[in-house]
DNA sequence: CAATCTTCCACCCATTAGGGTGGTGGTTAC
DNA sequence: GTAACCACCACCCTAATGGGTGGAAGATTG
Protein backbone atom coordinates (compact mmCIF):
# COMPACT_ATOMS: atom_id res chain seq x y z
CA UNK A 1 0.00 0.00 0.00
CA UNK A 2 1.31 3.33 -1.35
CA UNK A 3 2.26 6.45 1.10
CA UNK A 4 -0.92 8.49 1.47
CA UNK A 5 -0.60 11.90 1.96
CA UNK A 6 -1.40 13.27 5.45
CA UNK A 7 -4.10 16.31 5.77
CA UNK A 8 -5.60 18.13 8.74
CA UNK A 9 -9.18 19.72 8.05
CA UNK A 10 -9.66 22.85 10.14
CA UNK A 11 -13.48 24.26 9.79
CA UNK A 12 -15.42 25.51 12.33
CA UNK A 13 -18.41 23.58 11.20
CA UNK A 14 -18.06 20.20 12.28
CA UNK A 15 -20.47 18.60 10.15
CA UNK A 16 -18.50 19.49 6.90
CA UNK A 17 -15.33 18.31 8.81
CA UNK A 18 -16.91 14.69 9.40
CA UNK A 19 -18.70 14.61 5.57
CA UNK A 20 -15.65 16.07 4.17
CA UNK A 21 -13.10 13.77 6.23
CA UNK A 22 -15.11 10.65 4.75
CA UNK A 23 -15.47 11.89 1.26
CA UNK A 24 -11.30 12.44 0.81
CA UNK A 25 -10.44 8.97 2.94
CA UNK A 26 -12.01 7.24 0.11
CA UNK A 27 -9.46 8.16 -1.91
CA UNK A 28 -6.48 6.54 -2.94
CA UNK A 29 -4.08 9.33 -2.13
CA UNK A 30 -4.68 11.51 0.83
CA UNK A 31 -5.66 10.68 3.99
CA UNK A 32 -6.93 12.82 6.52
CA UNK A 33 -5.92 11.95 9.98
CA UNK A 34 -7.47 14.76 12.26
CA UNK A 35 -10.24 17.54 12.10
CA UNK A 36 -10.01 20.78 14.51
CA UNK A 37 -13.30 23.31 14.99
CA UNK A 38 -11.24 25.78 16.01
CA UNK A 39 -7.55 27.53 15.66
CA UNK A 40 -6.33 26.95 19.01
CA UNK A 41 -7.66 23.12 19.18
CA UNK A 42 -5.16 23.13 15.74
CA UNK A 43 -2.47 25.12 17.11
CA UNK A 44 -1.99 22.64 19.91
CA UNK A 45 -2.08 19.95 17.66
CA UNK A 46 0.45 21.30 15.15
CA UNK A 47 2.95 21.84 18.33
CA UNK A 48 3.08 18.00 18.37
CA UNK A 49 2.44 16.64 15.48
CA UNK A 50 2.58 18.39 11.50
CA UNK A 51 0.63 16.98 8.63
CA UNK A 52 0.99 17.42 5.17
CA UNK A 53 -1.48 19.45 4.24
CA UNK A 54 -3.74 21.79 6.14
CA UNK A 55 -7.16 22.39 5.06
CA UNK A 56 -7.88 25.88 6.63
CA UNK A 57 -11.87 27.35 6.48
CA UNK A 58 -10.68 31.03 6.61
CA UNK A 59 -14.39 32.04 8.04
CA UNK A 60 -14.03 30.70 11.23
CA UNK A 61 -15.30 33.61 13.30
CA UNK A 62 -13.22 34.89 15.89
CA UNK A 63 -15.18 34.53 19.17
CA UNK A 64 -18.26 32.81 18.54
CA UNK A 65 -21.10 34.72 19.52
CA UNK A 66 -19.10 36.40 22.29
CA UNK A 67 -18.75 33.73 24.72
CA UNK A 68 -15.12 33.07 24.45
CA UNK A 69 -13.03 35.83 26.47
CA UNK A 70 -10.35 35.87 23.50
CA UNK A 71 -8.88 33.82 20.98
CA UNK A 72 -4.74 33.55 21.29
CA UNK A 73 -4.47 32.60 17.05
CA UNK A 74 -6.77 35.84 15.90
CA UNK A 75 -8.27 35.13 12.60
CA UNK A 76 -7.90 33.04 9.73
CA UNK A 77 -5.21 35.29 7.95
CA UNK A 78 -3.24 35.45 11.13
CA UNK A 79 -3.60 31.79 11.76
CA UNK A 80 -2.71 31.04 8.25
CA UNK A 81 0.49 33.22 8.72
CA UNK A 82 1.12 31.63 11.97
CA UNK A 83 1.76 28.42 10.58
CA UNK A 84 2.79 29.23 7.20
CA UNK A 85 5.86 31.05 9.13
CA UNK A 86 6.26 28.30 12.18
CA UNK A 87 5.89 25.08 10.28
CA UNK A 88 7.08 26.03 6.47
CA UNK A 89 6.82 22.20 5.25
CA UNK A 90 3.27 22.38 6.12
CA UNK A 91 1.31 23.08 3.07
CA UNK A 92 -1.91 25.35 3.20
CA UNK A 93 -5.24 25.18 1.29
CA UNK A 94 -7.82 27.84 1.85
CA UNK A 95 -11.13 26.18 1.97
CA UNK A 96 -13.86 28.76 1.84
CA UNK A 97 -17.12 29.85 0.46
CA UNK A 98 -15.49 32.97 -0.08
CA UNK A 99 -15.31 33.98 -4.02
CA UNK A 100 -14.48 37.71 -3.07
CA UNK A 101 -11.51 39.20 -4.33
CA UNK A 102 -10.50 40.74 -1.08
CA UNK A 103 -10.88 37.73 0.62
CA UNK A 104 -8.90 35.62 -1.97
CA UNK A 105 -6.07 38.54 -1.98
CA UNK A 106 -5.64 38.30 1.51
CA UNK A 107 -5.38 34.94 1.48
CA UNK A 108 -2.56 34.64 -1.21
CA UNK A 109 -1.06 36.83 0.22
CA UNK A 110 -0.69 34.95 3.60
CA UNK A 111 1.41 32.57 2.08
CA UNK A 112 -1.44 29.89 1.46
CA UNK A 113 -0.12 26.98 -1.12
CA UNK A 114 -3.47 26.30 -2.80
CA UNK A 115 -7.23 27.66 -2.99
CA UNK A 116 -10.04 25.96 -2.95
CA UNK A 117 -13.39 26.84 -3.12
CA UNK A 118 -16.67 24.84 -1.23
CA UNK A 119 -18.46 24.80 -4.33
CA UNK A 120 -16.03 22.94 -6.27
CA UNK A 121 -16.50 18.86 -6.33
CA UNK A 122 -14.08 16.64 -3.78
CA UNK A 123 -12.29 15.63 -7.12
CA UNK A 124 -10.76 19.31 -7.38
CA UNK A 125 -9.57 19.58 -3.37
CA UNK A 126 -8.12 15.72 -3.81
CA UNK A 127 -6.28 17.51 -6.95
CA UNK A 128 -5.25 20.49 -4.95
CA UNK A 129 -4.02 18.63 -2.25
CA UNK A 130 -1.74 16.50 -4.83
CA UNK A 131 -0.55 19.50 -6.30
CA UNK A 132 0.39 21.47 -3.42
CA UNK A 133 2.00 18.01 -1.34
CA UNK A 134 4.20 18.44 -4.44
CA UNK A 135 5.22 21.71 -4.06
CA UNK A 136 2.95 23.71 -6.62
CA UNK A 137 0.57 25.68 -6.16
CA UNK A 138 -3.04 25.47 -7.03
CA UNK A 139 -5.36 27.68 -7.36
CA UNK A 140 -9.26 26.78 -8.49
CA UNK A 141 -9.96 27.85 -11.79
CA UNK A 142 -13.17 29.56 -10.40
CA UNK A 143 -10.83 31.66 -8.63
CA UNK A 144 -8.06 32.57 -11.23
CA UNK A 145 -11.08 33.22 -13.38
CA UNK A 146 -12.35 36.13 -10.50
CA UNK A 147 -8.54 37.55 -9.64
CA UNK A 148 -8.34 38.14 -13.69
CA UNK A 149 -11.64 39.57 -13.85
CA UNK A 150 -11.70 41.52 -10.72
CA UNK A 151 -8.23 42.13 -9.90
CA UNK A 152 -7.21 44.76 -12.30
CA UNK A 153 -10.06 46.67 -11.14
CA UNK A 154 -9.68 46.04 -7.60
CA UNK A 155 -9.79 49.20 -5.37
CA UNK A 156 -6.37 49.72 -3.59
CA UNK A 157 -6.35 51.57 -0.16
CA UNK A 158 -3.31 53.29 1.33
CA UNK A 159 -2.99 53.02 4.97
CA UNK A 160 -4.94 56.23 6.36
CA UNK A 161 -7.96 55.39 3.63
CA UNK A 162 -8.05 51.92 4.94
CA UNK A 163 -8.40 53.48 8.79
CA UNK A 164 -10.38 56.00 8.32
CA UNK A 165 -13.00 53.22 5.81
CA UNK A 166 -12.78 51.26 9.06
CA UNK A 167 -14.31 53.83 11.52
CA UNK A 168 -16.65 54.96 8.49
CA UNK A 169 -17.94 51.75 8.65
CA UNK A 170 -17.95 51.71 12.10
CA UNK A 171 -20.65 54.97 11.91
CA UNK A 172 -18.56 57.81 13.42
CA UNK A 173 -19.20 60.61 12.03
CA UNK A 174 -15.81 62.81 10.41
CA UNK A 175 -15.29 64.62 13.56
CA UNK A 176 -15.43 61.89 15.81
CA UNK A 177 -13.36 60.24 13.32
CA UNK A 178 -10.54 62.97 13.20
CA UNK A 179 -10.49 62.98 16.80
CA UNK A 180 -10.20 59.30 16.99
CA UNK A 181 -7.17 59.77 14.35
CA UNK A 182 -6.18 62.90 15.37
CA UNK A 183 -6.40 64.48 12.00
CA UNK A 184 -8.83 67.78 11.07
CA UNK A 185 -12.42 67.09 10.46
CA UNK A 186 -11.52 68.30 7.12
CA UNK A 187 -9.24 65.80 6.08
CA UNK A 188 -11.33 62.98 7.63
CA UNK A 189 -13.93 64.68 5.14
CA UNK A 190 -12.05 65.08 2.18
CA UNK A 191 -10.34 61.11 2.46
CA UNK A 192 -14.70 60.00 2.72
CA UNK A 193 -14.88 61.70 -0.44
CA UNK A 194 -12.33 59.90 -1.81
CA UNK A 195 -13.13 56.60 -0.70
CA UNK A 196 -16.83 57.22 -2.33
CA UNK A 197 -14.99 58.18 -5.64
CA UNK A 198 -12.43 55.20 -5.47
CA UNK A 199 -15.96 52.70 -4.81
CA UNK A 200 -17.36 54.57 -7.00
CA UNK A 201 -20.48 54.49 -4.66
CA UNK A 202 -22.82 57.48 -4.23
CA UNK A 203 -22.96 58.16 -0.33
CA UNK A 204 -21.84 55.80 2.69
CA UNK A 205 -24.72 53.83 3.07
CA UNK A 206 -23.61 52.36 0.17
CA UNK A 207 -20.14 52.35 0.70
CA UNK A 208 -20.53 49.87 3.88
CA UNK A 209 -22.64 47.98 2.22
CA UNK A 210 -20.21 47.08 -0.76
CA UNK A 211 -17.39 46.64 1.58
CA UNK A 212 -19.41 44.33 4.17
CA UNK A 213 -20.75 42.25 0.91
CA UNK A 214 -17.65 42.01 0.01
CA UNK A 215 -15.42 42.00 2.63
CA UNK A 216 -13.27 44.42 1.49
CA UNK A 217 -12.32 45.14 4.93
CA UNK A 218 -10.19 42.05 7.02
CA UNK A 219 -12.27 42.37 10.27
CA UNK A 220 -15.49 42.30 8.80
CA UNK A 221 -17.59 42.04 12.08
CA UNK A 222 -16.21 44.13 14.89
CA UNK B 1 -32.01 -5.02 6.13
CA UNK B 2 -34.30 -2.36 7.52
CA UNK B 3 -35.98 0.72 5.72
CA UNK B 4 -33.61 3.53 5.41
CA UNK B 5 -35.28 6.82 5.27
CA UNK B 6 -34.80 8.41 2.06
CA UNK B 7 -33.06 11.91 1.74
CA UNK B 8 -32.22 14.72 -0.62
CA UNK B 9 -29.54 17.18 0.10
CA UNK B 10 -29.48 20.88 -1.47
CA UNK B 11 -26.98 22.78 -1.29
CA UNK B 12 -24.76 24.35 -3.37
CA UNK B 13 -21.46 23.72 -1.97
CA UNK B 14 -20.71 20.30 -3.90
CA UNK B 15 -18.07 19.60 -1.51
CA UNK B 16 -20.38 20.25 1.30
CA UNK B 17 -22.71 17.81 -0.64
CA UNK B 18 -20.20 14.66 -1.67
CA UNK B 19 -19.02 14.62 2.16
CA UNK B 20 -22.33 15.49 3.65
CA UNK B 21 -23.80 12.29 1.67
CA UNK B 22 -20.82 10.19 2.21
CA UNK B 23 -21.09 10.43 5.98
CA UNK B 24 -25.21 9.94 6.77
CA UNK B 25 -24.60 7.10 4.71
CA UNK B 26 -22.77 5.46 6.63
CA UNK B 27 -25.39 5.68 9.10
CA UNK B 28 -28.19 2.54 9.67
CA UNK B 29 -31.35 4.71 9.23
CA UNK B 30 -30.75 7.05 6.33
CA UNK B 31 -29.90 7.03 2.66
CA UNK B 32 -28.96 10.33 1.02
CA UNK B 33 -29.89 9.19 -2.44
CA UNK B 34 -29.46 12.13 -4.39
CA UNK B 35 -27.56 15.36 -3.99
CA UNK B 36 -28.39 18.94 -5.64
CA UNK B 37 -26.62 22.20 -6.10
CA UNK B 38 -29.45 24.80 -7.72
CA UNK B 39 -33.42 24.53 -6.41
CA UNK B 40 -34.07 24.32 -9.89
CA UNK B 41 -32.54 20.68 -10.75
CA UNK B 42 -34.41 19.79 -7.11
CA UNK B 43 -37.37 21.14 -8.04
CA UNK B 44 -36.94 18.90 -11.56
CA UNK B 45 -36.30 15.97 -9.40
CA UNK B 46 -39.20 16.92 -6.84
CA UNK B 47 -41.94 16.41 -9.41
CA UNK B 48 -40.92 13.34 -10.76
CA UNK B 49 -39.48 11.52 -6.97
CA UNK B 50 -40.37 12.63 -3.37
CA UNK B 51 -37.63 11.62 -1.12
CA UNK B 52 -39.17 11.15 3.22
CA UNK B 53 -36.87 14.34 3.76
CA UNK B 54 -34.87 17.23 2.31
CA UNK B 55 -32.07 18.76 3.90
CA UNK B 56 -32.06 22.42 2.50
CA UNK B 57 -29.42 24.97 3.04
CA UNK B 58 -31.65 27.94 2.57
CA UNK B 59 -28.00 30.56 1.91
CA UNK B 60 -28.18 29.57 -1.72
CA UNK B 61 -27.36 32.67 -3.86
CA UNK B 62 -30.43 33.25 -6.27
CA UNK B 63 -28.07 34.29 -9.21
CA UNK B 64 -24.63 32.86 -9.11
CA UNK B 65 -21.94 35.89 -10.17
CA UNK B 66 -24.79 37.83 -12.27
CA UNK B 67 -24.62 34.81 -15.00
CA UNK B 68 -28.24 33.21 -14.93
CA UNK B 69 -30.89 35.23 -15.73
CA UNK B 70 -33.74 34.51 -13.20
CA UNK B 71 -34.69 31.41 -11.45
CA UNK B 72 -38.06 30.27 -11.16
CA UNK B 73 -37.95 28.98 -7.53
CA UNK B 74 -36.64 32.21 -6.06
CA UNK B 75 -34.30 32.31 -2.84
CA UNK B 76 -34.14 29.57 0.08
CA UNK B 77 -37.24 30.92 1.51
CA UNK B 78 -39.33 31.11 -1.35
CA UNK B 79 -38.52 27.61 -2.33
CA UNK B 80 -39.07 25.92 0.99
CA UNK B 81 -42.81 27.59 0.84
CA UNK B 82 -43.18 25.72 -2.45
CA UNK B 83 -41.98 22.35 -1.40
CA UNK B 84 -44.37 22.12 1.99
CA UNK B 85 -47.40 23.65 0.32
CA UNK B 86 -46.97 21.32 -2.73
CA UNK B 87 -45.47 18.46 -1.44
CA UNK B 88 -46.62 18.22 2.38
CA UNK B 89 -45.16 14.61 2.45
CA UNK B 90 -41.63 15.80 2.42
CA UNK B 91 -40.09 16.53 5.58
CA UNK B 92 -37.95 19.60 5.52
CA UNK B 93 -34.89 20.02 7.40
CA UNK B 94 -33.02 23.39 7.12
CA UNK B 95 -29.29 22.70 7.13
CA UNK B 96 -27.71 26.50 7.51
CA UNK B 97 -24.88 28.03 8.96
CA UNK B 98 -26.89 31.01 10.07
CA UNK B 99 -27.51 31.19 13.89
CA UNK B 100 -28.88 34.90 13.45
CA UNK B 101 -32.46 35.37 14.71
CA UNK B 102 -33.70 36.96 11.60
CA UNK B 103 -32.48 34.09 9.54
CA UNK B 104 -34.13 31.23 11.79
CA UNK B 105 -37.62 33.01 12.33
CA UNK B 106 -38.18 32.94 8.63
CA UNK B 107 -37.47 29.57 8.14
CA UNK B 108 -39.42 28.54 10.95
CA UNK B 109 -42.43 30.23 9.63
CA UNK B 110 -42.15 29.03 5.98
CA UNK B 111 -43.10 25.38 7.05
CA UNK B 112 -39.54 24.03 7.89
CA UNK B 113 -39.94 20.80 10.10
CA UNK B 114 -36.63 20.81 11.67
CA UNK B 115 -33.46 23.24 12.15
CA UNK B 116 -29.88 21.83 12.22
CA UNK B 117 -26.84 23.97 11.64
CA UNK B 118 -23.66 22.66 10.41
CA UNK B 119 -21.91 23.93 13.25
CA UNK B 120 -23.61 21.11 14.72
CA UNK B 121 -22.31 17.09 14.41
CA UNK B 122 -23.58 14.72 11.43
CA UNK B 123 -25.01 12.73 14.70
CA UNK B 124 -27.17 15.21 15.12
CA UNK B 125 -28.60 15.90 11.75
CA UNK B 126 -29.52 12.16 12.25
CA UNK B 127 -31.86 12.77 15.08
CA UNK B 128 -33.26 15.53 13.81
CA UNK B 129 -33.69 13.46 10.38
CA UNK B 130 -35.25 10.49 12.18
CA UNK B 131 -37.18 12.98 14.44
CA UNK B 132 -39.33 15.11 11.67
CA UNK B 133 -39.57 11.75 9.57
CA UNK B 134 -41.69 10.59 12.26
CA UNK B 135 -43.44 13.40 12.07
CA UNK B 136 -41.88 15.51 14.36
CA UNK B 137 -40.18 18.70 15.11
CA UNK B 138 -36.76 19.33 15.68
CA UNK B 139 -34.97 22.06 16.12
CA UNK B 140 -31.32 21.95 17.53
CA UNK B 141 -30.67 22.84 21.09
CA UNK B 142 -27.82 25.45 19.76
CA UNK B 143 -31.03 27.17 17.76
CA UNK B 144 -33.43 27.11 20.24
CA UNK B 145 -30.80 28.90 23.07
CA UNK B 146 -30.92 31.81 20.21
CA UNK B 147 -34.73 31.93 19.90
CA UNK B 148 -35.24 32.42 23.63
CA UNK B 149 -31.93 34.47 23.82
CA UNK B 150 -32.40 36.70 20.86
CA UNK B 151 -36.64 36.30 20.07
CA UNK B 152 -37.90 38.45 22.81
CA UNK B 153 -36.10 41.60 21.94
CA UNK B 154 -36.50 41.18 18.82
CA UNK B 155 -37.31 43.83 16.69
CA UNK B 156 -40.83 43.54 14.57
CA UNK B 157 -41.17 45.54 11.66
CA UNK B 158 -44.27 46.83 10.04
CA UNK B 159 -44.96 46.88 6.44
CA UNK B 160 -43.86 50.23 5.67
CA UNK B 161 -41.17 50.14 8.20
CA UNK B 162 -39.82 46.98 6.23
CA UNK B 163 -40.42 48.86 2.70
CA UNK B 164 -38.28 51.95 3.91
CA UNK B 165 -35.32 50.04 5.47
CA UNK B 166 -35.11 48.14 2.31
CA UNK B 167 -34.58 51.55 0.60
CA UNK B 168 -33.03 53.04 3.02
CA UNK B 169 -30.17 49.73 3.21
CA UNK B 170 -29.96 50.45 -1.08
CA UNK B 171 -28.50 53.78 -0.37
CA UNK B 172 -31.95 55.85 -1.04
CA UNK B 173 -32.37 59.09 0.97
CA UNK B 174 -34.85 60.46 2.03
CA UNK B 175 -36.95 62.65 -0.98
CA UNK B 176 -35.61 59.83 -3.20
CA UNK B 177 -37.63 56.95 -1.44
CA UNK B 178 -40.76 59.55 -0.45
CA UNK B 179 -41.11 59.37 -4.60
CA UNK B 180 -40.71 55.28 -4.93
CA UNK B 181 -43.37 54.51 -2.13
CA UNK B 182 -45.31 57.96 -3.13
CA UNK B 183 -45.05 59.23 0.42
CA UNK B 184 -43.95 62.71 1.96
CA UNK B 185 -40.84 63.51 2.74
CA UNK B 186 -41.40 63.82 6.10
CA UNK B 187 -43.11 60.92 6.27
CA UNK B 188 -39.95 58.83 5.26
CA UNK B 189 -38.20 61.48 7.52
CA UNK B 190 -40.03 60.32 10.37
CA UNK B 191 -39.85 56.48 9.96
CA UNK B 192 -36.16 56.32 9.74
CA UNK B 193 -36.52 58.29 12.83
CA UNK B 194 -38.40 55.20 14.22
CA UNK B 195 -35.81 53.08 12.46
CA UNK B 196 -33.00 54.29 14.40
CA UNK B 197 -34.67 53.77 17.45
CA UNK B 198 -36.12 50.35 17.21
CA UNK B 199 -32.63 49.28 16.81
CA UNK B 200 -31.45 51.39 18.80
CA UNK B 201 -28.82 52.64 16.63
CA UNK B 202 -27.89 55.97 16.43
CA UNK B 203 -27.25 56.32 12.71
CA UNK B 204 -27.85 54.82 9.27
CA UNK B 205 -24.50 53.42 9.00
CA UNK B 206 -25.03 51.53 11.73
CA UNK B 207 -28.78 50.58 10.76
CA UNK B 208 -27.32 49.47 7.48
CA UNK B 209 -24.39 47.16 9.17
CA UNK B 210 -26.66 45.34 11.37
CA UNK B 211 -29.28 44.62 8.84
CA UNK B 212 -26.70 43.27 6.68
CA UNK B 213 -24.85 41.25 9.46
CA UNK B 214 -27.83 40.17 11.45
CA UNK B 215 -30.12 39.41 7.87
CA UNK B 216 -32.87 41.43 8.90
CA UNK B 217 -33.88 41.58 5.51
CA UNK B 218 -35.31 38.14 3.44
CA UNK B 219 -33.39 40.31 0.36
CA UNK B 220 -29.79 39.98 1.71
CA UNK B 221 -28.08 41.18 -1.50
CA UNK B 222 -29.43 43.18 -4.26
C1' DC C 1 -67.26 53.25 23.60
C1' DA C 2 -62.49 54.13 24.97
C1' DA C 3 -57.86 52.93 24.50
C1' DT C 4 -54.32 51.93 21.55
C1' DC C 5 -51.76 51.45 17.51
C1' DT C 6 -50.58 52.49 12.84
C1' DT C 7 -50.07 55.45 9.14
C1' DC C 8 -49.39 59.70 7.56
C1' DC C 9 -47.85 64.59 7.56
C1' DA C 10 -45.98 69.09 9.46
C1' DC C 11 -42.50 72.61 11.42
C1' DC C 12 -38.49 73.68 14.20
C1' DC C 13 -33.52 73.15 14.88
C1' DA C 14 -28.36 71.98 14.74
C1' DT C 15 -25.23 68.90 12.70
C1' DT C 16 -23.46 66.17 9.04
C1' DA C 17 -22.71 64.74 4.35
C1' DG C 18 -21.32 65.50 -0.16
C1' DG C 19 -19.39 68.21 -4.08
C1' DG C 20 -16.28 71.66 -5.74
C1' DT C 21 -11.72 73.92 -5.68
C1' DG C 22 -7.67 75.26 -3.75
C1' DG C 23 -2.97 74.83 -1.42
C1' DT C 24 1.62 72.75 1.03
C1' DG C 25 5.09 69.44 1.84
C1' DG C 26 6.78 64.84 1.34
C1' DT C 27 7.89 60.49 -1.06
C1' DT C 28 8.33 57.65 -4.96
C1' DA C 29 9.10 56.60 -9.92
C1' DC C 30 11.08 57.29 -14.30
C1' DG D 1 14.73 66.77 -12.00
C1' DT D 2 10.24 66.58 -12.64
C1' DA D 3 6.17 64.24 -12.87
C1' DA D 4 3.10 61.68 -10.16
C1' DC D 5 1.27 60.42 -6.16
C1' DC D 6 0.20 60.76 -1.33
C1' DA D 7 -0.99 62.98 3.19
C1' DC D 8 -2.80 66.80 5.03
C1' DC D 9 -5.58 71.02 5.57
C1' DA D 10 -8.80 74.90 4.19
C1' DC D 11 -13.12 77.44 2.41
C1' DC D 12 -17.21 77.49 -0.32
C1' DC D 13 -21.94 75.80 -0.92
C1' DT D 14 -26.38 72.93 -0.98
C1' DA D 15 -28.70 68.95 0.49
C1' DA D 16 -29.51 65.49 3.76
C1' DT D 17 -29.57 63.64 8.41
C1' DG D 18 -31.07 63.32 13.14
C1' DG D 19 -33.73 65.01 17.15
C1' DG D 20 -37.65 67.28 19.07
C1' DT D 21 -42.74 67.98 19.16
C1' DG D 22 -47.02 68.12 17.32
C1' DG D 23 -51.53 66.55 15.08
C1' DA D 24 -55.27 63.86 12.18
C1' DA D 25 -57.47 59.78 10.14
C1' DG D 26 -58.13 54.96 10.34
C1' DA D 27 -58.02 50.19 12.09
C1' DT D 28 -57.85 47.04 15.97
C1' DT D 29 -58.89 45.52 20.34
C1' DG D 30 -60.48 45.32 24.91
Given at each position: MKYKIDAYIVDDHAMFCEGLMEAVN?????????????????????????????????????????TEPAPECGDGIAFCQWVTGAYPKVKVVALTIHDEYAVIRRMLDSGVHGYVLKSAPVEELLTAIEHVWKGQRYISPAVENIIRQ?????????????????????????????????LSAETVKWYRKRLLAKFGVKNTVNLVALVLKEHILPDGGE
Open positions: RSETVRVSRCFTSFRDCRAALVQRCPDVLLLDISIPERQRETGSKAVRLTQPEQKILEDVCQGYSNPEIAERLR
